[in-house]
């Protein structure tokens, strides 16, 4: 027999015909010869209704009574879809998380899964029952040992069944929901979005705006750590929807599902050269016409990065590898003969980057990475961060000492750590899917001191407010006072708090000022066959050129090319990357 886990979400189950018709599809997979762990979220839009009828008490619930509360929803729908799945004649029982062995934290209200104890779920699947389990719930251990309601947060219930799902090592995990699967990007805003066939858990993460509106990003992080199959489809159409991949042989230790090591390897590129070029023109097509000739001339451009402008001019900053230096320079000193601007260049440079789906969402991590280095007096000559990878540029000599220190700090044993890794080409497209974020804004922090130690300090002052800091770059420019710029992007909401921590920090720096800049969008193009594509790059600057739209910042990671454009552009930029590409259907 197959065992699969089955969530269906509260749209899903908004009526009673609804609950109806999902138990008549459960039946058929059961016919089929499936075992079946269903996981259910709470009926329609219960959980925001008992949500508004706390708050028509009070403005601060104890978080404790909230869990209370908010895990009612899915215990009515755990009931009434055994009934309904009994009234046609499949063996079906209900359980709650806590019946359910779901063991989590005891932080209420966000608390993460530390184990599933599959006892009892196991003995009743061996009697051949249907198990309707409440997803978005679990139990603490609590203190003493006292049991306590736990919710996971908001839309955890797709956390709960993948849980289940890597507990019981199950055939698959099947999402059903109201959308058809993962779209390569908003169908809102480009007419011909298409549905993608697969994808992988990396990518879905990098692409955090687009994959967190189709299913909880702790699910995707959960599925990618234990290698479970995850497939996301309609409720309604018999039709294959979305499967999300992740690497074989990728699991890890069983300790703690949500409880492993947010950083789970770490890796050093020798032989790395970087390029500035500084003071050349801001307009739309720079760009384009830089990374466009350096793949004519066959060269694969891995990090860039464009720090904001100061009056009209840029600095585009890029690294290649060493042995392309000499063939770059040539070509970068072609293109500033005509556009104006100076380049600079050097070798033997390192990158060191730490990765893992745990550091999504946890700011501390790329602040404690740098806090390493910079302990270590090493000093960090350019940063990517991405969803799922921080990295930095240090100096050669530095790698085998920073390699050690971070491997320390992190917890790392030999097998998670790599020296030049080999990385095969898997045949996958340059860009999968393309996620347009409007909830970002653009704060820059300038003439902060040029020395080892400041990019950590502001990081771990936003960290310690638990704020993402989303695309930072760095410029490369210093100005005569040999001081430099940082700029960022951070959530919208946390505007005020970073803005308050940030000013009393750089109040300690003379000549120190913080900006915020126009308001802003971020457009992050993603694809596993990114690092093995030349050209990507140059693709994207030259879609947004041809619509005459200026960069404001370029970042990027290994398999994401992000660029900040004014917010006015935001729709048009979709819709053109999106072709350039080729990613809508055909109509
Ligand atoms: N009912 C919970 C919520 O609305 C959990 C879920 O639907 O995933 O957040
Ligand atoms: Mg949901």
Redesign the pocket.
Known sequence: MTLLVQKF??TSLGSIERIKAVAQKIKTSKDQGNDLVIVV??MG????ELTKLASEITIHPPHREMDML?ST??QVSIALLTMALNELGTPAISLTGTQAGIITESAHGRARIIEIRTERINNLLDQGKTLVIA??QGTSLGIGGIPEIT??????????AVALAASLEAEKCEIYTDVPGVLTTDPRIVKNAQLMKSISCDEMLELASLGAAVL?PRAVEIARNFGVTLVVKSSWENLDGTTLTSKKNNVFSKGGIEHRSPVDGLELVENQAVVALSNIPDRPGIAAELFESLSKGGVNVDLIIQATHQVNSNDITFTVAENELNNVHNQCEKLINNIGGEISSNKNLTKLSIYGAGIMGRPGIASSLFQTLSDSGINIRLIATSEVKVSCVIDSESGKKALRNVGEIFKLNNKQITLNPIIENNNEPEVRGIALDKDQIQVSVKNIPDKPGTASTICSTLAEKNISLDTIVQSERNHQDKTKDISFTLKKNDRTEAKYALEELISKWKGAKLEEGNSIVRISAVGSGMPFTKGTAGKIFRALANKKINIEMIATSEIRTTCIISERYGEEALNEIHSCFNLGKCE
């Open positions: 979400g509260g979220s709470a839009h219960t959980t925001d908010l929803g899915e997803g978005f919710t996971l947060g908001r839309g955890g219930s797709d956390t709960s909880h």
